[in-house]
């Protein structure tokens, strides 16, 4: 009631007559942003410096996620054994020892504004997503990694394919894709020797959903180790990016549901911005890591 008769004393004032009405700035958007060094500090937080696949971070929030893991590909010995069934040669392996590694993705996504722009500047636009990720802190309990480092009697071209980054990405009614990368060919993919990684681990993605229409963009980070040692056998293994590690033999199909997925859209926005239509992007909770 007080603030009724305020006003009604307020509108028989001159001054107020001519008085302009100016509308408080709206708070500053909060997209809860985390680095590639902050998913790491969280991590190791959690985990410690514990190498199983298991132990790790990951948050996700609507437009930022995060994941990060300690990873291991395990490195195999083949010897020749006598086998008394037949009195004959056979091949044996086993495993000789682990290249560890970290492995750690992070996902901005942005939300439009009434001018075509993104909330908060930049050069962004709001059906981008921006993904970043690091591979580091390799280690092995013996010498396997200066020998893959060093390379001494192992093919050069052999070792040039030793570890794969792939950002695979599908979904919308048009293909989302990667648009810019500082990655090979400015694609979705890198492929180097281990001594190039241990150099540099970290690479960008800029990811863009071209469609119109709500569309939601999966996006999967995979590693693969190739053995230079004996390349394209069956030593070869993968990892992912997000989820839990062990799914990827253990239950491939909860591991593909979980996978994040991005969803763009041109809706309107509320308020009295409502007129114009803005697009945005958007990590869905409900629909990404676990």
């Given amino acids: 009631m007080s603030g009724l008769l305020t006003m009604q004393a307020a509108a028989k004032s001159p001054e107020a007559s001519a008085r302009t ?60 054994k006598r086998d008394p069934k ?21 996902m901005h996504s942005y939300q439009g504004n009434a001018t075509g722009g993104v909330v908060g500047g930049g050069s ?36 040039n394919k030793t570890l794969s980054l792939q950002l695979k990405v599908t979904g919308g009614s048009t293909a989302c894709s990667v648009v810019a990368s500082n990655a090979d060919n400015s694609g979705a993919s890198r492929t180097a020797r281990v001594e190039k990684w241990v150099d540099n681990g970290d690479n960008e993605f800029t990811i863009r959903s071209m469609d119109g229409n709500v569309s939601r ?22 990892l992912p990016g997000w989820g839990h590690p062990a799914w990827v033999d253990a239950n491939p199909e909860r591991l593909r549901e979980t996978a994040p997925r991005v969803r763009c859209d041109n809706l309107p926005m509320g308020g009295p911005l409502s007129i114009t239509r803005a697009a945005a992007s958007s990590l869905r909770p409900s629909e990404s890591w676990s």
């Fill in 217 to 238: 963009c999966t996006i999967e980070p995979w590693l693969t180790y190739d053995n230079p040692k004996d390349p394209g056998s069956r030593d070869r293994q993968t």
């Fill in 124 to 159: 962004m636009l709001p059906r981008n997503i921006k993904v970043w990720t690091r591979v580091d802190n390799f280690w092995s309990d013996g010498n396997f990694l200066e020998e893959l480092i060093g390379g001494d009697g192992i093919d050069d071209e052999a070792l």
């Fill in 86 to 106: 037949c009195n004959c040669k056979v091949k044996d392996k086993k495993i000789d020892d682990f290249l560890n590694l970290d492995f750690t993705v992070v």
């Fill in 21 to 80: 009405v100016t509308p408080q700035a709206l708070p500053a958007f909060d997209y809860e942003r985390i680095s590639l060094q902050k998913c790491e500090d969280e991590r190791d937080a959690r985990a410690g410096n514990s190498n199983a696949n298991a132990d790790g971070w990951d948050k996700v929030v609507t437009y930022t996620s995060c994941w990060s893991r300690h990873l291991l590909f395990a490195i195999y010995e083949e010897t020749e």
